[in-house]
Antibody, heavy 122, light 107 residues
Framework: EVQLMESGGGLVQPGRSLRVSCTAS????????LSWFRQAPGKGLEWVGF??????????EYAASVKGRFTFSRDDSKTIAYLQMNSLQTEDTAVYYC?????????????WGQGTMVTVSS | DIQMTQSPSSLSASVGDRVTITCRAS??????LNWFQQKPGKAPKLLIF???SLQSGVPSRFSGGGSGTEFTLSISSLQPEDFATYYC?????????FGPGTKVDIK
C-alpha cells in the first residue's frame, strides 16, 4: 500500500528543538520530492517547503516564516524524510503534514500522511 | 508573495445544488492553480491541479476553470460527502500560498 506516515510530534518549550519524521512505503521514495505543510489549530493551510529528490540535487525551499530555523533532510535508504525544527516559537504550533511531490500533479500531492501535532508551549 | 483570496468564505447549500467558489490571485499565476478539499481532522485532499485537471479518483462533478488571476471550482451536484472546506493554492512561484478557505456546509 502506498502511504506516508508522520511521527515525532509532541509538546515542546519555546526555543527548543524537535524533529518530525515522514516515513514512506509502497513507492520508490527516492524518485520523489517531499513537501511539508502545516495547519495551526482552527486556521488554514500553510506551505512550509520541500526537499527535492537526489536526482534534482536534493535542494530545498522554505517558507520565510521557518527559513533559518527549520531544515529538511531525507534518508532514501530508510525511505524517511525529516523536518528538523529549531528555535521553536508558539506560532509554530500546528499539525504538520508531508506529501510526495514538489507541486501538485497527476502523481504528486496524491498521498498524504495523517499529520503529527506539534505544540510549542511553556 | 502572491496573495490568494477566496469568495465566499462560507456557504450553505443543499444536496443536489450547484456550487461555485471563486479564487483570485494578486498577480497572474498562469495555469498554476490547485484546489484542495479538507474535512475536519483529516489531511487535505488534492481535487484539481493546473486549473482544471482532475486528480485520479475525484468525481467528475468537480470541475475547475479560469486563467490569469481569477479561477473557479464548481461542484455540479453537491453530495453529502462534499461538505468540507475548500482551499485554492498557487504553485506558480514559492512560497506556494493558499487562499483562506471556503467552508461548505449543509443548508
Amino acid at each position: 500500500e502506498v502511504q506516508l506516515m508522520e511521527s515525532g510530534g509532541g509538546l515542546v518549550q519555546p526555543g527548543r528543538s524537535l524533529r518530525v519524521s515522514c516515513t514512506a512505503s509502497g513507492f520508490t521514495f527516492g524518485d520523489y520530492a517531499l513537501s511539508w505543510f502545516r495547519q495551526a489549530p482552527g486556521k488554514g493551510l500553510e506551505w512550509v517547503g520541500f526537499i527535492r529528490s537526489k536526482a534534482y540535487g536534493g535542494t530545498t525551499e522554505y517558507a520565510a516564516s521557518v527559513k533559518g530555523r527549520f531544515t529538511f533532510s531525507r534518508d532514501d535508504s530508510k525511505t524517511i524524510a525529516y523536518l528538523q525544527m529549531n528555535s521553536l516559537q508558539t506560532e509554530d504550533t500546528a499539525v504538520y503534514y508531508c506529501t510526495r511531490g514538489e507541486v501538485p500533479a497527476a502523481y504528486a500531492f496524491d498521498i498524504w500522511g495523517q499529520g503529527t501535532m506539534v505544540t510549542v508551549s511553556s | 508573495d502572491i496573495q490568494m483570496t477566496q469568495s465566499p468564505s462560507s456557504l450553505s447549500a443543499s444536496v443536489g445544488d450547484r456550487v461555485t467558489i471563486t479564487c483570485r490571485a494578486s498577480q497572474s499565476i498562469g495555469g498554476y492553480l490547485n484546489w484542495f478539499q479538507q474535512k475536519p481532522g483529516k489531511a487535505p485532499k488534492l481535487l484539481i491541479f493546473a486549473v482544471s485537471s482532475l486528480q485520479s479518483g475525484v468525481p467528475s462533478r468537480f470541475s475547475g476553470g479560469g486563467s490569469g488571476t481569477e479561477f473557479t471550482l464548481s461542484i455540479s451536484s453537491l453530495q453529502p460527502e462534499d461538505f468540507a472546506t475548500y482551499y485554492c493554492q498557487q504553485s506558480f512561484i514559492t512560497p506556494f500560498t493558499f487562499g483562506p478557505g471556503t467552508k461548505v456546509d449543509i443548508k
